[in-house]
Structure formats: C-alpha cells, structure tokens
C-alpha cells in the first residue's frame, strides 16, 4: 500500500533535510498519480499534501480541477479539505471556480450550518466576479438566517462579493444594514466592520446610518466593535464636518474612563481627525476643544513615556496627528521627542525625526538640526537617508523661510558630504547650488567651502571604492555641484575685508585690496591651478561622465576667472595665465580621449577654444601649417573686429603703464576668453518662454537661410551686427549644435527667450547649455528682469552696472537675503574645509567688456572652434557610438501598441468599476434615477437597435424589473451605466470624476465611436439628477 | 483588514500562512522570507510594529515561532491586532493542549479551521475561545 499521508509527507520531507527539492518532486508524482485515481479517500489525502505543498512554495496551479472534484465528495470532511485548498490555492485567474458554482449554492442550503459556514468561508476567499454575481442572493438570504453562526459569516462574505461584484452593492444593501440592530452582538460587529471597510471606499453611501452607529458607540461595550465604530465615524468625518462636533464628547469620555489602551488609542486617534473640523461654521470652536486637547495629549505622552515599545511607538504616532491641528500642544514635548531619537527601535526614532521636523520654527532649527546632525554619524541604512533628508526639508521647506544663516546650512551639507557612502549626494547637490545661485552673499563662503571640497583627495577616493551605483547617491553629485559652485564663483575665493563688510559689491570689493595683500598670500592662479589639477586629475578619468564633464567646463571657467585675477598684475600676470591656461591645456588631453562622448566633447571644445586662443598649444601638431594658418587668420579676425575703441580697458591701461606693448594683442584675446564666462548666471523659470511675446513677423518655421553654411558665413553675421547695434538684439549660441546659431530679432527680452526647448533645467548637460547660452549669448539682455527697460541706455551705464545688478537682486524675489550675518559667518563652523587668505586679483573693468558690439567675433570665434573641434573629435565619436543609437521613432511604438490592444487608460467597461463608484441612493433619487433608465431605455430600443446588442438589452431588461421590484434600491448613476455599452459607460465616469474637462472629454470619446452619440447625451442629461444629494 | 496571517519558525520556515489577498506563489515567498528576516533582527526592546511596501506588520513571538499578521497602513487598529494574535494563540493553546510549533505543523488541517473560524475575509469573526472552538471539536466528533 502506497498510501501517504500529510503527517508522512512531512515527516519525509524533514527526513530529507539535505535533498528537499528531490523529495518534493518525487512525492509530486505521486500526488499527481494518487489525484487521478478514483478512491476518493486517496484523492483527499492528496488535496491536503497539496494544500501544505503550496505553503512551501510549491507550484500546484494543475491540481485545481482535482480539488473541485473532491468538493463534491459525499463526505464533509472530504469537503472541508478541499474547500480550505481552494481557499488557499484559487485566484481570481483560476477558470475551473466557475465549475464550483452550484456546488457552493448546495452547500449554501444545507441544514448543517457548520456545513454552511465553512462554504461560506472558502467562498469569501475564492471568489471570482462571476461567482460573485450569480451567488450574491444566495448568501444575501443567509442574512435571515436563525442563527447568528451563519449570519455574521454571511455578512462577511457579503462583502468579499461585493468587491468583486459591486452592482451587487445596491441590490443587498438594505438587507445588510437591518443587520445593525441584531440581537446578537458578534453579527452587529461583522456588520460594523464590513460596514468600515465599505464606507472606506465611498463615505457618502452611508452618512445616512450615522445615527444609528452614533447610538452604539454611547451604548455598547464590545471593545472590539467600538474600534471600528471609532473608525468607521473618523471615516465619515469629511463628508460630514458636523459629525466632529458631537462625536467629541462621548470619545472624550471613552479616553477617560476605558482601560484597554487600544481602544484608548482609537479614539484619541479619531479625536485627531475630528479636530480639524470642529470649528463651527462663524470659525469658533467648542469649548471643550482645549481640554480635550490637553486630555489627548497628556494621555499620549503617557504612552510615548510606557516602557512598553509598541505603547511608545504608538505615542509619537498619535502626537504627530495631533500636530496637524494643534502643533504648539505638541511642541511643548520636544525634549521628551529628542530623547526617542536615541531610541533601539528604528520605527520609534523614524515616528520621532517626523515629530521633531513638525516642530522646527525658525527659532529652534539650528538647535534641531545640530542635534540630528549628531545622529545623522551613527546611524545607516533608510534611517540615515531619512534623517538627511529631513534636514534639507526643515531647512529648505517654504524657500528657507525657517533659514536665517546661509553660511551655517552650506556648512552643515558639506558636513553631510563627507558621511560615508555619501547617502542622497544628488539632493545635496542641488541643495548647495540652488543655496549659491539664490544667495548672492553667501557665494563667497560657499565658494571657500567647495574648493575644500574639490581639495579634499579623501572624496575622490571615496568616490574611487564606491562608485555612483544609484541615482540619488555618492560623492560624484557632491563634486559636481562642488566644482561648479567653486568654479563659477572661483573670482570670490579670497576673503577681503571688504567684501566681509559690503554685502554688495564682489567685485568691486577685491578690485580695492588686492594689492596690498599680493605679497604675503599666494597667487589667485596658484589656488586655481591647485583646483584645477584636482579636477582634472587621472583619478577623475574613472569618476560618472556628468562630472567628469561639469570638471572640464568647469576648468575652463577657472582659465577665464585667472585672465580676470591677473589683469592688475600686467605681463606678468599674463605669463602666470598662459602659464596656467597651458597646464590646464595638458589637463584636459587625456579627456579629449574619454570614452564618454559628452566628456569628449567638452574637452575638446574647451582645448580648441585655448588653442584658439593661443593659451595653449597642442603637443602633437600634426597640422602644424594648418594651424599657424588659422591662428593668423584669427588675428586678423581679431583685429578686425575689435577696432581701437572696443579694446578693454585694462589692457590699454597695462600697455601705458609700460608693459609689453605685444601683450595688448594677447591680452584682448584673453580678455575675450574672460567674457565668455562674465556674466552671472540669472535664473531662468522653466515657463519663462510662455511669458516671452512672439515679436510680430517672427516666423519660427520660415527657414533663415537656403544653406546652412552660407547661413553661417554671410548673412547671419550681417543680420546680426545690425541687430546688436540697434541695441535689442537677443542671441543665443548653443553648445549643442554648432550650426544652430540662432538670432531672434525682438525688443526688450528677458531670460528664456533661448531656441532650445530649455524643459529639463535641472539635467546638468542643461545648466551648462544655460550657462553657455546666457554668456555667449546678449550682453544686452543682461542681468536680471527688472533691469530690462532700462536697456537702451545699458551702454551709457558702465560704471554703475554691478551696483545696479545687485539692486536689481535685491528686488527680485528668487535671490534670498542673508540677514547680514551670512558672510561673517566663522570659519570654525567648517573644520574639514582648508582655508587659505589669499591676495586678491583684481578686476578688469566689467562695463567696458560688457560692451556689445564685440559679441560677433566672440560669436565666430565659438563657432569655428566648435567645426574644428567637433571635426578632431568625429573619428573617435563614430567608434564610441552604440549601434542603434540613431534609431529613436521608439514614441510611435507606444502609441502603435495602444491602438493595437485598445486599451488607453479611461477606456473602463464592466469589469473596471470598483465599489468607491458603486452611488447607493435614497428612496426618491432612486425612482427618479429609475424613471430615467426607464426614458433611456425606451429611446434606446428606438433609436439605437442597431447598437445595443441582445445581451446588453437582456440585462437592462432583469436590471429594470429588479430595481422596480424593491424600490428603495438602485444602482445609481454606476449601475445605469452598466445597461449602456462600454464606451457609453466610460464617458459617465468621466463626466463624474472631472466635470471640469467635461468638453474635451465628450468630443474624445464621440470622436471614438461616433454611433454612441445619442447615448451619451442621454447621460449627460441624467447627470444633474444623479448629482443631487 | 488583515492581509496574510503567518506563523513562521525562527529559521525562517512557513508553519502555516494564509492570505486575504491574493499573491503569487513567487510573491508570497518573497514576502515571507522578508518579513521574516526584518522580525529576527529586531530585540525585544524594539516595538511589535514595522511598515513595510505599504502595509504594516504586527507580529508577536511565542517560544520558537513568530506570529506575524499583515494588516493595512493606518487602517487598522495596532494594539487590537496584537491583542487578536494573543487570543489566536490562547485558541491554538486550548484545543491542543500546550500548543507547540509541531502541533500546528503536523495539523496544519485544523490549525487552518480555527483561524478561519477566527478571520474571515480578513476581518475578526469571532474572539471568544470557547465558540471558535465549538464548531471544530463537534466536527471532530463526527469525522473520527
């Protein structure tokens, strides 16, 4: 005899502790072979293998045919065991339940109630919608039942139906609710508790039965029971602010007097949520609402103060809902908070970080954050990101409005830099730009504090050992955002005096000192050649491409900010920055060979344009002759374009003060290189261009020249000259396509009139764009917005133009101030930042550079780097490039799919509508819901027979005697709908959910199916009625 | 309502789960071995809750074996939930005498009985003792 059961199954497979998946398969064979046989006894003990089988993880989907077999066995204990298997192993996709149908509607009927009861229990677990919709009488009948066995489990199951089958909803409902007055207390609770979970879904099916739920909560003592009563009312507070008011008192009076904590907690809990709606509707509160505030939370500090963790954790839960509607009550127990944070258990500190960043004032932040930046060390895991990024958040939150120390946030994220593994690098890295870019006066600091970073060989090793493996993680968004920072504003390293004192002018600021500080502290170029040598080192060579990109940019940034610092030193001052500008040159040369093609692109760019430039020469001059031939070239060019007048300034200054003559030449090239990098970066909203007025006559689709190249050469130079002459001309040039240089003759124009569709600012490939747009780009559109009707006399204004700058800034909501104590902030905040004093450079005078007219030269200078450039680099593009990388038509493939398979989201039949859509109504909406149906179906059948199918019209036929037969209920507005086809169906929900977009939505959908027309303005009509209530 | 009601080992083995809401097997699997790793790296000092993808874990430990209940986020009463898992193991205590973990493994049959006397559909039935277990030993009389 071959007979195994259960109890040797397992004992077997403990047996075969080494070899379990053999045994397992082994004894499926068996199973499978004892499932065929026709002992039923055999075919049982195989059901239950199967059933435990399954709770190891074994895949028995085969077996459900056999499973339904021995349901229909004679015996129950047979039954029972298969009835559990189906419960455990069926789904909703398991086509053979249909098969169990008129085995359960037997069962249903059976004298037995265990019998009952426990088909009643496998079918509220395996039930499909089919089940549920030719059962659901069956067991709404059951409700009647004498006895309370069978009821409660009838109510329960009632509601696994209805989640199936929600059109079932209306049909049973009534009957459901009379189980609210039971006499036996258990099928009262069942019905509470389906009654919860319904109400969860669509709370104003059942505002109606507040009352009667009111009179239990006052009257019963089934703590059970009374939690969701609790809930269920806390549920349909929003519907019905009115309820919070009365539901004060007796929940108060619960908290005080129960002795169980979980009922306790309930309804200090449901207090909470009633809390915001108690004002009455002239705004005054209750008078009870205080001490039933400081009853809640005395109460829950006795819990956060339990021993017991679950009652502590439950605590802080409480107190942060309780923050919501009275946060001073709460923030009288921050020290109690502070000391969870200390706590073993991870969900309790995590309750207490989201308790403390409610609290945060502007008062106590810095208070808070040094606390949680003592934690932010020890901690790990989820818990530590969660703690940094609540830091940022409190900091951060409203635009800093809780922030009143700039200096001190940028070194509390450097801090944050340097954890280990440096969790959320890409938040801090935006936090220390957007902090930079907005706060002129903390640039300085912020500046000082990076090229800490920048130095700091720890980091980039740490970034070697762990490279970028997430999205949001890792040192490289630190230096990315650290090179930027620290190179765009490389002009404001040194400390002055007298930038410390005037809040203002930068600039103008180091201008003053920087020769009387040259001597004792190093050279500007010194501290940038060390930076540079840092970014552009081999180990950056393995670092993520978007860094190593922003490096190369960057390095060239600091080229341009040294012409700038050495211009008051004359020749020698020039010789340093060719000096430097040569090693950055020998630098950047192994990036010219990166792999990544963004990074290739960059550093070829930026050494062409050196090259250019005469900075820097190349090692290998293959092309020497071609080279020598541009290059003069270009200084004719350069000659040309800058006539007498447009040299700066300050070059003309050191040729008269007797240094070399020669230089001057060199020196306005140099200068050139400076002003590509001048002008500061000014915001750009993502939706300026939507603000920006098309200039009549523009027409964007009109091509500007036949040919590109002669577009290039002639016209655009000549189209260009007159415009910036006029004085109104705005251009852009574009790091992304050399050959799209584009000008937009328009008046005034501020920021964001750019040709790119500048939609992802935040990338980093596009704030360089930006930050190549807004420097190549007008000098006249300048600035900030609120300078731009002063610009017709932008060229007069030379001198004045920094000042005006910042006043401007100070009008303009996006920078914040710094409240004076930001720059003055003390070093020691920061000890891991070196810092050195160093001699000021001084600045060329700004407004001479700014001067127009110049712009062309600079403009083709770009331009035929930019060929060159991009034609060293294509032999080694071709190679780098992955195959398919052309092939992009990958949006029409979705669309093909969509039309293909016909489902777009909106297209709901049948079987999408969940029980939140189910409308149960009141008697009245109920027949004039009914008379509706009634007028459409009548029309439909004349106008529309062609369309409605026989099944469709068989249903509305059963759907419209039903309803007539019990009055009270009705499908509503959902279950007319069923009667309509599916496309009709689609359009009522549509119009229920956003009645906004109703237009759009109507011609959609008539445009889909244009022979559901008539039915749906049918529904239209319906719609008013069905929305009273 | 309660979502899956497991009873899993101190070596992470399933002694009885059932679910109110369906999951594959490959999910089912995937969960159990989660959760069952996150309950034996916490103390007994920490507290009996964890939120975990969306919903919340109460569990409790007996001896050897972790009762472990998965309810939804915020709809739930916590302490009702720990206070239903204590009554469920009274149950099991009852009907078998000093319940132990290889009780409920070598009855896995009526292990699932009483819980399904106890949870229907997710929702608490019933939680006195003596009527969950009325219905199963008038059973048992009949079937031996």
Same mark, same amino acid.
């Given at each position: 005899?071959?007979?195994?059961?259960?109890?040797?199954?397992?004992?077997?497979?403990?047996?075969?502790?080494?070899?379990?998946?053999?045994?397992?398969?082994?004894?499926?064979?068996?199973?499978?072979?004892?499932?065929?046989?026709?002992?039923?006894?055999?075919?049982?003990?195989?059901?239950?293998?199967?059933?435990?089988?399954?709770?190891?993880?074994?895949?028995?989907?085969?077996?459900?045919?056999?499973?339904?077999?021995?349901?229909?066995?004679?015996?129950?204990?047979?039954?029972?065991?298969?009835?559990?298997?189906?419960?455990?192993?069926?789904?909703? %996709?398991?086509?053979?339940?249909?098969?169990?149908? %008129?085995?359960?509607?037997?069962?249903?009927?059976?004298?037995?109630?265990?019998?009952?009861?426990?088909?009643?229990?496998?079918?509220?677990?395996?039930?499909?919608?089919?089940?549920?919709?030719?059962?659901?009488?069956?067991?709404?009948?059951?409700?009647?039942?004498?006895?309370?066995?069978?009821?409660?489990?009838?109510?329960?199951?009632?509601?696994?139906?209805?989640?199936?089958?929600?059109?079932?909803?209306?049909?049973?409902?009534?009957?459901?609710?009379?189980?609210?007055?039971?006499?036996?207390?258990?099928?009262?609770?069942?019905?509470?508790?389906?009654?919860?979970?319904?109400?969860?879904?669509?709370?104003?099916?059942?505002?109606?039965?507040?009352?009667?739920?009111?009179?239990?909560?006052?009257?019963?003592?089934?703590?059970?029971?009374?939690?969701?009563?609790?809930?269920?009312?806390?549920?349909?507070?929003?519907?019905?602010?009115?309820? #919070?008011?009365?539901?004060?008192?007796?929940?108060?009076?619960?908290?005080?007097?129960?002795?169980?904590?979980?009922?306790?907690?309930?309804?200090?809990?449901?207090?909470?949520?009633?809390?915001?709606?108690?004002?009455?509707?002239?705004? +005054?509160?209750?008078?009870?609402?205080?001490?039933?505030?400081?009853?809640?939370?005395?109460?829950?500090?006795?819990?956060?103060?339990?021993?017991?963790?679950?009652?502590?954790?439950?605590?802080?839960?409480?107190?942060?809902?309780?923050?919501?509607?009275?946060?001073?009550?709460?923030?009288?127990?921050?020290?109690?908070?502070?000391?969870?944070?200390?706590?073993?258990?991870?969900?309790?500190?995590?309750?207490?970080?989201?308790?403390?960043?409610?609290?945060?004032?502007?008062?106590?932040?810095?208070?808070?954050?040094?606390?949680?930046?003592?934690?932010?060390?020890?901690?790990?895991?989820?818990?530590?990101?969660?703690?940094?990024?609540?830091?940022?958040?409190?900091?951060?939150?409203?635009?800093?409005?809780?922030?009143?120390?700039?200096?001190?946030?940028?070194?509390?994220?450097?801090?944050?830099?340097?954890?280990?593994?440096?969790?959320?690098?890409?938040?801090?890295?935006?936090?220390?730009?957007?902090?930079?870019?907005?706060?002129?006066?903390?640039?300085?600091?912020?500046?000082?504090?990076?090229?800490?970073?920048?130095?700091?060989?720890?980091?980039?090793?740490?970034?070697?050992?762990?490279?970028?493996?997430?999205?949001?993680?890792?040192?490289?968004?630190?230096?990315?955002?650290?090179?930027?920072?620290?190179?765009?504003?490389?002009?404001?390293?040194?400390?002055?005096?007298?930038?410390?004192?005037?809040?203002?002018?930068?600039?103008?600021?180091?201008?003053?000192?920087?020769?009387?500080?040259? %001597?004792?502290?190093?050279?500007?170029?010194?501290?940038?050649?060390?930076?540079?040598?840092?970014?552009?080192?081999?180990?950056?060579?393995?670092?993520?491409?978007?860094?190593?990109?922003?490096?190369?940019?960057?390095?060239?940034?600091?080229?341009?900010?040294?012409?700038?610092?050495?211009?008051?030193?004359?020749?020698?001052?020039?010789?340093?920055?060719? %000096?430097?500008?040569?090693?950055?040159?020998?630098?950047?040369?192994?990036?010219?060979?990166?792999?990544?093609?963004?990074?290739?692109?960059?550093?070829?760019?930026?050494?062409?344009?050196?090259?250019?430039?005469?900075?820097?020469?190349?090692?290998?001059?293959?092309?020497?002759?071609?080279?020598?031939?541009?290059?003069?070239?270009?200084?004719?060019?350069?000659?040309?374009?800058?006539?007498?007048?447009?040299?700066?300034?300050?070059?003309?200054?050191?040729?008269?003060?007797?240094?070399?003559?020669?230089?001057?030449?060199?020196?306005?090239?140099?200068?050139?290189?400076?002003?590509?990098?001048?002008?500061?970066?000014?915001?750009?909203?993502?939706?300026?261009?939507?603000?920006?007025?098309?200039?009549?006559?523009?027409?964007?689709?009109?091509?500007?020249?036949?040919?590109?190249?002669?577009?290039?050469?002639? #016209?655009?130079?000549?189209?260009?000259?007159?415009?910036?002459?006029?004085?109104?001309?705005?251009?852009?040039?574009?790091?992304?396509?050399?050959?799209?240089?584009?000008?937009?003759?328009?008046?005034?124009?501020?920021?964001?009139?750019?040709?790119?569709?500048?939609?992802?600012?935040?990338?980093?490939?596009?704030?360089?764009?930006?930050?190549?747009?807004?420097?190549?780009?007008?000098?006249?559109?300048?600035?900030?917005?609120?300078?731009?009707?002063?610009?017709?006399?932008?060229?007069?204004?030379?001198?004045?133009?920094?000042?005006?700058?910042?006043?401007?800034?100070?009008?303009?909501?996006?920078?914040?101030?710094?409240?004076?104590? #930001?720059?003055?902030?003390?070093?020691?905040?920061?000890?891991?930042?070196?810092?050195?004093?160093?001699?000021?450079?001084?600045?060329?005078?700004?407004?001479?550079?700014?001067?127009?007219? +110049?712009?062309?030269?600079?403009?083709?200078?770009?331009?035929?780097?930019?060929?060159?450039?991009?034609?060293?680099?294509?032999?080694?593009?071709?190679?780098?490039?992955?195959?398919?990388?052309?092939?992009?038509?990958?949006?029409?493939?979705?669309?093909?799919?969509?039309?293909?398979?016909?489902?777009?989201?909106?297209?709901?039949?049948?079987?999408?509508?969940?029980?939140?859509?189910?409308?149960?109504?009141?008697?009245?909406?109920?027949?004039?819901?009914?008379?509706?149906?009634?007028?459409?179906?009548?029309?439909?059948?004349?106008?529309?027979?062609?369309?409605?199918?026989?099944?469709?019209?068989?249903?509305?036929?059963?759907?419209?005697?039903?309803?007539?037969?019990?009055?009270?209920?009705?499908?509503?507005?959902?279950?007319?709908?069923?009667?309509?086809?599916?496309?009709?169906?689609?359009?009522?929900?549509?119009?229920?959910?956003?009645?906004?977009?109703?237009?759009?939505?109507?011609?959609?959908?008539?445009?889909?199916?244009?022979?559901?027309?008539?039915?749906?303005?049918?529904?239209?009509? #319906?719609?008013?009625?069905?929305?009273?209530? | 309502?309660?979502?899956?009601? &497991?009873?899993?080992?101190?070596?992470?083995?399933?002694? &009885?789960?059932?679910?109110?809401?369906?999951?594959?097997?490959?999910?089912?699997?995937?969960?159990? /071995?989660? =959760?069952?790793?996150?309950?034996? /790296?916490?103390?007994?000092?920490?507290?009996?809750?964890?939120?975990?993808?969306?919903?919340?874990?109460?569990?409790?430990?007996?001896?050897?074996?972790?009762?472990?209940?998965?309810?939804?986020?915020?709809?739930?009463?916590?302490?009702?939930? &720990?206070?239903?898992?204590?009554?469920?193991?009274?149950?099991?205590?009852?009907?078998?005498?000093?319940?132990?973990? &290889?009780?409920?493994?070598?009855?896995?049959?009526?292990?699932?009985?009483?819980?399904?006397?106890?949870?229907?559909?997710?929702?608490?039935?019933?939680?006195?003792? /003596?009527?969950?277990?009325?219905?199963?030993?008038?059973?048992?009389? =009949?079937?031996?």
């Amino acid at each position: 005899m071959f007979e195994k059961s259960l109890q040797d199954l397992i004992k077997g497979i403990r047996n075969h502790k080494r070899d379990q998946s053999s045994y397992i398969s082994k004894a499926m064979v068996e199973i499978k072979k004892e499932l065929r046989s026709t002992d039923k006894h055999l075919k049982y003990l195989a059901v239950q293998k199967i059933t435990y089988l399954q709770m190891l993880g074994v895949d028995v989907d085969f077996a459900s045919f056999h499973i339904i077999e021995v349901m229909s066995a004679p015996r129950f204990q047979h039954r029972r065991a298969s009835m559990l298997a189906a419960a455990q192993i069926f789904d909703t %996709n398991t086509e053979v339940v249909l098969l169990t149908t %008129n085995l359960i509607k037997k069962d249903l009927q059976s004298q037995n109630m265990y019998e009952a009861g426990a088909v009643l229990n496998c079918l509220s677990n395996i039930a499909t919608r089919e089940l549920a919709r030719d059962l659901i009488e069956d067991v709404a009948s059951m409700l009647n039942s004498t006895r309370p066995f069978i009821r409660k489990k009838a109510v329960l199951t009632l509601y696994k139906l209805y989640v199936r089958y929600p059109q079932g909803l209306p049909q049973t409902f009534d009957r459901l609710r009379l189980r609210l007055d039971d006499s036996d207390m258990s099928v009262v609770s069942c019905t509470v508790n389906v009654i919860c979970e319904l109400s969860r879904k669509n709370p104003r099916n059942f505002l109606a039965l507040a009352p009667q739920l009111f009179q239990l909560l006052t009257t019963s003592s089934n703590n059970w029971m009374l939690i969701k009563i609790v809930k269920l009312m806390s549920s349909l507070l929003p519907e019905e602010p009115r309820l #919070a008011r009365k539901l004060l008192e007796p929940l108060a009076k619960i908290v005080e007097s129960t002795q169980a904590k979980s009922l306790l907690y309930e309804c200090i809990h449901a207090i909470t949520q009633a809390l915001p709606y108690t004002a009455r509707p002239d705004g +005054s509160q209750p008078k009870v609402v205080p001490a039933i505030v400081s009853l809640c939370a005395a109460k829950l500090r006795d819990f956060v103060k339990d021993p017991d963790q679950n009652l502590k954790y439950l605590g802080l839960v409480g107190l942060v809902n309780l923050m919501r509607s009275h946060p001073r009550v709460v923030a009288e127990h921050k020290e109690m908070v502070l000391q969870c944070l200390m706590d073993d258990d991870v969900t309790v500190r995590m309750r207490a970080l989201e308790l403390l960043t409610g609290m945060v004032t502007k008062r106590n932040l810095i208070d808070i954050v040094q606390k949680l930046l003592l934690h932010v060390e020890t901690a790990e895991g989820a818990y530590r990101d969660e703690l940094i990024d609540k830091i940022v958040y409190v900091c951060s939150r409203e635009k800093y409005a809780f922030l009143s120390n700039f200096a001190w946030y940028v070194s509390v994220l450097v801090q944050l830099a340097h954890i280990h593994g440096a969790p959320r690098g890409k938040l801090l890295r935006e936090q220390l730009i957007d902090v930079a870019v907005r706060v002129p006066d903390v640039r300085p600091f912020a500046a000082r504090a990076m090229r800490g970073l920048l130095l700091d060989r720890r980091l980039a090793l740490r970034n070697m050992q762990a490279p970028l493996e997430t999205e949001d993680d890792g040192v490289a968004h630190t230096l990315f955002a650290a090179s930027w920072i620290a190179c765009e504003y490389a002009t404001l390293i040194e400390p002055t005096p007298a930038s410390a004192q005037s809040s203002v002018a930068e600039d103008q600021g180091e201008e003053g000192t920087g020769e009387v500080a040259s %001597n004792e502290a190093r050279l500007p170029t010194e501290v940038f050649l060390e930076m540079a040598s840092a970014m552009l080192s081999d180990a950056s060579l393995s670092m993520a491409p978007f860094v190593q990109a922003a490096f190369v940019h960057n390095a060239l940034k600091l080229v341009s900010a040294s012409v700038d610092a050495e211009l008051p030193f004359g020749s020698a001052g020039q010789d340093r920055t060719k %000096n430097f500008a040569a090693r950055v040159g020998t630098m950047l040369e192994p990036f010219a060979r990166s792999e990544h093609i963004t990074v290739q692109d960059r550093a070829v760019n930026a050494l062409a344009l050196l090259s250019r430039l005469n900075l820097y020469v190349a090692p290998t001059s293959a092309d020497a002759t071609s080279r020598k031939v541009t290059e003069e070239a270009d200084d004719l060019l350069l000659d040309a374009d800058l006539g007498p007048s447009d040299v700066p300034h300050a070059s003309t200054e050191d040729a008269g003060e007797g240094g070399a003559g020669s230089s001057s030449k060199e020196t306005s090239k140099a200068a050139l290189l400076q002003k590509l990098f001048a002008d500061e970066l000014v915001p750009v909203s993502t939706r300026a261009q939507e603000k920006v007025r098309r200039p009549a006559g523009l027409d964007l689709n009109k091509p500007f020249h036949f040919t590109a190249s002669g577009f290039e050469e002639s #016209a655009m130079d000549r189209a260009l000259d007159e415009q910036l002459s006029a004085g109104g001309g705005a251009l852009r040039v574009s790091f992304r396509d050399p050959k799209s240089i584009i000008s937009i003759p328009s008046g005034p124009s501020p920021y964001g009139m750019s040709v790119e569709d500048s939609d992802a600012s935040s990338d980093e490939g596009d704030l360089m764009l930006l930050d190549a747009q807004r420097r190549s780009g007008s000098r006249n559109s300048k600035k900030s917005k609120s300078s731009k009707h002063k610009k017709s006399s932008k060229r007069d204004r030379t001198t004045g133009a920094t000042s005006a700058a910042s006043e401007s800034r100070a009008n303009d909501p996006f920078y914040l101030p710094s409240n004076g104590q #930001a720059v003055s902030s003390p070093e020691n905040d920061l000890p891991e930042v070196p810092m050195e004093h160093l001699a000021p450079g001084s600045l060329g005078e700004e407004g001479e550079l700014l001067d127009g007219s +110049s712009s062309t030269t600079l403009r083709d200078l770009l331009s035929q780097s930019m060929r060159e450039g991009s034609a060293q680099a294509s032999i080694v593009v071709e190679d780098a490039m992955p195959e398919g990388a052309l092939a992009s038509d990958d949006d029409d493939d979705a669309d093909a799919y969509y039309r293909k398979h016909g489902k777009r989201k909106g297209a709901l039949n049948d079987d999408d509508l969940t029980l939140a859509d189910i409308r149960l109504m009141s008697p009245e909406e109920a027949a004039a819901a009914e008379a509706e149906e009634a007028a459409r179906a009548k029309s439909s059948a004349r106008k529309s027979s062609k369309t409605a199918s026989a099944s469709s019209s068989k249903k509305k036929k059963s759907k419209s005697s039903k309803s007539s037969k019990s009055r009270t209920a009705s499908l509503g507005e959902a279950g007319a709908a069923v009667a309509a086809d599916a496309a009709g169906e689609a359009s009522v929900k549509k119009h229920k959910k956003d009645k906004k977009d109703k237009k759009k939505k109507h011609k959609k959908s008539s445009s889909s199916s244009s022979k559901h027309q008539h039915n749906e303005g049918k529904v239209d009509n #319906a719609e008013p009625l069905l929305l009273l209530e | 309502m309660i979502k899956f009601v &497991l009873m899993v080992n101190k070596q992470g083995q399933t002694r &009885l789960s059932s679910y109110y809401e369906w999951l594959t097997i490959e999910e089912r699997g995937a969960l159990e /071995a989660e =959760i069952i790793r996150k309950c034996l /790296a916490r103390t007994e000092n920490q507290c009996s809750f964890m939120e975990n993808r969306g919903y919340k874990v109460v569990y409790r430990r007996y001896a050897s074996l972790f009762f472990i209940v998965g309810v939804d986020q915020d709809e739930e009463n916590e302490l009702g939930i &720990l206070e239903f898992i204590h009554c469920l193991v009274e149950t099991l205590d009852k009907y078998f005498s000093n319940v132990c973990e &290889l009780d409920i493994m070598f009855n896995l049959e009526k292990a699932h009985f009483i819980l399904n006397e106890m949870v229907q559909n997710g929702h608490v039935v019933e939680a006195n003792k /003596a009527n969950v277990l009325k219905p199963i030993t008038m059973l048992d009389s =009949i079937s031996k």
